[in-house]
């Protein structure tokens, strides 16, 4: 009797003894918490995007709720974002005790609608908050444009997006040089890096990161980095509201190790990605991801379309069958509770969640594990 296949899981990170060893460092120097591997990781991350500042945190939640903050969104606020999107994205908004303004998406992307943007701005909008698909840049230049039209600070959710690129004036960068006001990472291991758990802002406003590091630490007037090395006795005072959002050394210390495979991890995702489109390429009515000229995705998810005839459930079963995993299209906010009610129309991003599928792709993905699930996936559908 033959073994059962093995699973193929949907990711897995990239990781092994360097992570390890790097781990060892705060944990044998006596200081764990927020310290000098948050500050070297926020130097090196800032270096690898191209950004002025970043300033770590303890999740890409925590970073937009930061981030809209500081943008002056406030009770009673309206944020214009994405539906289509983890549900963080419109949580971030109602911390402020803002309302999120949900526009549709390209369904070609994923990503917000530019066009849908300017329609949906009222008396009340406080700020533009884009999302970064799956790793797909949106389309910022458009988004931007009317932003600064209405004197809106633009936002970018780029939890998916560390190593994706844009064509920006001619020239090929790193999602994370804000092309708008701020742009906020996750470390969530289904990310290509990561921390655990963690995030990071950047931005080119000094005065907004200031504000980052103030409030990250319960608005703590003086950090305990210099508290701890001071010659003098000193009393930190907290002038105002401020959060428990800070990232701890440990973390910090992988995510300097995890950065360094970045490049790496990047150009294997896309010759995978590469590969799946070859696989896949003529299965009747499958769409496969499209990337814009002036796109470069980093493929952090590989979502396909499945045809019209498919029921979106059964091929995930038979898939599973198979031994191998998948996520259902990316969710939509507005269909959940807390955000139900609010009689949006939004027809691509609910087909977007219930006709698509996110196959597995991760570092390590052998050739024969990629011939598994397109096999499997040509047989499902």
């Not at 960068?173 to 963690?198: M, N, V």
Request: proline residues 6%; contains cysteine.
């Amino acid at each position: 009797m033959s073994e059962p296949a093995k699973m193929i899981p949907i990711i897995r990170p990239v990781m092994d003894e360097r992570e390890l060893e790097a781990a060892g460092r705060p944990i044998l120097s006596g200081w764990v918490t927020q310290g000098p591997e948050v500050a070297a990781f926020e130097g090196e991350f800032a270096a690898a995007v191209g950004a002025a500042h970043a300033c770590a945190v303890s999740s890409c939640t925590t970073a937009l709720h930061l981030a809209l903050l500081a943008a002056g969104v406030r009770p009673g606020d309206e944020v214009i974002t994405a539906s289509h999107s983890f549900i963080a994205t419109a949580n971030s908004i109602r911390y402020c005790g803002a309302r999120p303004m949900f526009v549709d998406i390209e369904p070609e992307t994923f990503n917000m609608d530019p066009a849908l943007v300017a329609p949906a701005i009222t008396e009340r909008t406080r700020a533009i908050l884009c999302v970064h698909q799956m790793g797909m840049p949106c389309d910022l230049k458009a988004i931007l444009a009317v932003a600064r039209r209405h004197s809106l600070p633009l936002i970018e959710d780029a939890a998916c997006a560390i190593g994706s690129e844009i064509l920006w004036n001619g020239a090929w960068e790193k999602i994370g040089k804000p092309r708008g006001d701020i742009a906020c990472f996750s470390f969530h291991p289904r990310k290509l890096i990561t921390t655990g758990d963690g995030g990071m802002i950047t931005t080119s406003n000094a005065e907004w990161d200031r504000q980052f590091r103030l409030w990250r630490q319960h608005g703590m007037s003086v950090p305990d980095t210099v508290r701890h090395g001071a010659r003098e006795v000193i009393f930190e005072s907290y002038p105002e509201l401020g959060y428990n959002y800070r990232m701890t050394d440990l973390q910090a210390a992988i995510g300097r190790e995890q950065l360094k495979r970045l490049p790496e991890i990047v150009e294997r995702r896309r010759f995978l990605a590469g590969r799946y489109r070859e696989l896949l390429a003529g299965v009747p009515g499958l769409r496969l991801p499209e990337q814009p000229s002036w796109a470069r995705s980093n493929f952090q998810s590989y979502c396909v379309r499945l045809p019209e005839e498919c029921d979106q459930r059964a091929v995930m079963q038979f898939l599973l069958e198979q031994g191998i995993a998948t996520r259902r299209g990316i969710m939509c906010a507005h269909r959940e509770l807390p955000y139900a009610g609010g009689g949006e129309r939004l027809p691509h991003s609910e087909a977007a969640q219930d006709r698509s599928i996110l196959l597995p792709l991760f570092h390590q993905m052998t050739e024969d594990d990629q011939q598994r699930v397109a096999l499997a996936l040509r047989q499902a559908v």
